[in-house]
């Protein structure tokens, strides 16, 4: 049986994120199971050259957001984990509040009631203390938030080098090798 990971892609700004990970798993022993919200939908349009249907090929297989009744929706159907990219703070509420009223805030409950990984790339700034509150009750459940911080030490060149920082730091969590960024490895 090939590993599965679902990939959930919400409407917060940042779809880019979603889309770049799907790219770059297809290159993968991972099966791709794909989830977009509406607004995630929406926000494909706006803000990327893409057209949803192309985002939707990209991925093994594709769930409708208000499928409950999917097969990622059950705890007997064995995935590697989910990356969420981008979470908006409705999904993270969702998630930390066990609110499943969709099948992307249901299948990440599923992959923390089965103690499988989950990783939040929440995209918010600024942050208030609600935020942060959802944030941590979400990492106390076992969700692990990587919000699409940059870092500087590989020194970017481009807008997708940045991306594949953040899409480095979800494999390097999820265990799949990649060389989308130089490693810090000290100064001397």
């Known amino acids: 049986m090939k590993n599965r990971i679902i990939v959930g892609i919400s409407g917060a700004s940042g779809v880019i994120y979603g889309v770049r990970l799907l790219e770059l798993l297809r290159d993968t022993e991972y099966e791709t199971h794909l989830i977009i919200s509406e607004a995630g939908k929406l926000n494909i349009g706006i803000e990327t050259d893409y057209k949803v249907e192309n985002v939707l090929a990209m991925a093994d297989v594709t769930y409708e957001h208000g ?52 990783v939040l790339v929440v995209r918010e700034t600024p942050l208030h203390k609600g935020h942060l509150r959802l944030m941590a009750q979400a990492a106390d459940m076992g969700a692990h938030i990587l919000p699409p911080v940059p870092s500087f030490y590989h020194r970017p060149k481009t807008i997708q080098d940045i991306i594949d920082q953040t899409i480095g730091k979800i494999f390097d969590y999820m265990g799949i090798e990649h060389n989308l960024f130089q490693r810090w490895g000290g100064r001397e």
């Open 67 to 118: 499928n409950i009744a999917a097969a990622v929706a059950s705890g007997s159907f064995l995935t590697a984990g989910m990356v969420v990219a981008p979470c908006t703070i409705k999904t993270l509420s969702g998630i930390a509040n066990s609110y499943t009223e969709n099948l992307l805030v249901r299948a990440a409950d599923v992959c923390l009631k089965e103690k499988r990984k989950l």
